[in-house]
Nanobody
Framework: VQLQASGGGLVQAGGSLRLSCLAS????????MGWFRQAPGKEREWVSC???????YHSDSAKGRFTVSRDSAKNAVYLQMSSLKSEDTAVYYC????????????????WGQGTLVTVSS
């Protein structure tokens, strides 16, 4: 099982960015896929997730600004981020855990390497 996150970079506040998470060794359709982030000096926090049944959930900080989606053909998940703020600056990780119903609050077994998002004010 491997997860490869990409798409991070430097963006101005108010801008948008799309993160990608390419999965291999398993089929994302059968997994809950989550996005997490860790800002400098802070603990890792959950951002968004998509269940195998395609239900999506977002943290309060992400709600209304971020969208999580899945592309079964590419075996990938995406995090579309808009209206970015300086406090969104962090390393973003994608993660996976087997299961179909409720992706929020679950323990994730597989993690990607992270991609850095820097939002300049």
């Amino acid at each position: 099982v491997q997860l490869q996150a990409s798409g991070g970079g430097l963006v101005q506040a108010g801008g948008s960015l799309r993160l990608s998470c390419l999965a291999s060794g398993f089929t994302v359709d059968y997994y809950s896929m989550g996005w997490f982030r860790q800002a400098p000096g802070k603990e890792r926090e959950w951002v968004s997730c998509i269940s195998a049944n395609t239900d999506t959930y977002h943290s309060d900080s992400a709600k209304g600004r971020f969208t999580v989606s899945r592309d079964s053909a590419k075996n990938a998940v995406y995090l579309q981020m808009s209206s970015l703020k300086s406090e969104d600056t962090a390393v973003y990780y994608c993660a996976a855990t087997y299961g179909s119903t409720y992706c929020k609050g679950r323990i994730y077994d597989h993690w990607g390497q992270g991609t850095l998002v820097t939002v300049s004010s």
